[in-house]
């Protein structure tokens, strides 16, 4: 019996962690190539998220002692009883895990710690393990010429979507105009285009703004 609520103890622990990894996964730009690391990672979150929430709920329980100088512990307990966890509790694990979700999408996709590192001049590292997904997620990059070298064509639009790094890289452009790369010669026009190509069968050149360059 002590068992069986140990473990259903770790499932409701788990409930935050689980969520904001999920957000993490989901959302940031983030390949699992490592199951250690993966599992490394998702361990950290549960222990932070169920850290943070703990401490959140104790002070939010303090607090409204304080205000209403009572203690409302007793009943907050005893509000839809899960085994050893009430409905607010659950409530306010899930609500921490979506916040700590959030909070490290952000970290992430905005790289605000290597961001800080840069102005310290600790380090000049972007965070991407890969120069295609800084390229594609730089807020400078908009129009790009994609050079499609097999097939020897050469695409000018604005990048609207792109895929992570892995054996193929995608792109989906729009307000697409196509030219030959060999010389340069106007082909047609195109509202969208998805583009899948090996990682050499791509270039990307990146352009100021539509129409200050032609395609070269």
């Known amino acids: 019996m002590q068992i069986d609520q140990f473990i259903f ?22 390949r699992i190539e490592n199951k250690t690391k993966f599992g490394f990672s998702e361990i950290m979150f549960i222990l932070l998220s169920s850290l943070i929430s703990n401490v959140i709920y104790d002070l939010f329980v303090k607090l409204l002692n304080c205000i209403f100088n009572l203690s409302i512990t007793p009943v907050l307990e005893k509000l839809l009883k899960v085994g050893n966890y009430s409905a607010v509790e659950l409530l306010f694990l899930i609500f921490i895990g979506i916040i700590l979700g959030i909070i490290f999408v952000t970290l992430e996709t905005k790289k605000v710690l290597y961001k800080i590192a840069k102005k310290l001049r600790f380090s000049n590292h972007y965070g991407d393990d890969d120069v295609w997904t800084f390229v594609c997620n730089s807020p400078d990059v908009e129009w790009v010429f994609v050079r499609d070298h097999k097939y020897d064509l050469v695409y000018f639009g604005r990048l609207e979507q792109y895929s992570d790094p892995g054996e ?16 340069s010669k106007y082909c047609y026009d195109i509202p969208k285009i998805y583009i899948s190509r090996l990682p050499e069968e791509l270039t990307i050149e990146i352009a100021p703004k539509k129409g200050e360059e032609d395609a070269t």
């Open 168 to 183: 193929n890289r995608e792109l989906l452009l729009s307000d697409v105009s196509v030219y030959t790369n060999k010389d």
């Open 9 to 30: 103890k770790l499932l409701i622990l788990s409930i935050p962690g689980s969520i904001s990894y999920l957000l993490y996964v989901k959302i940031a730009i983030y």
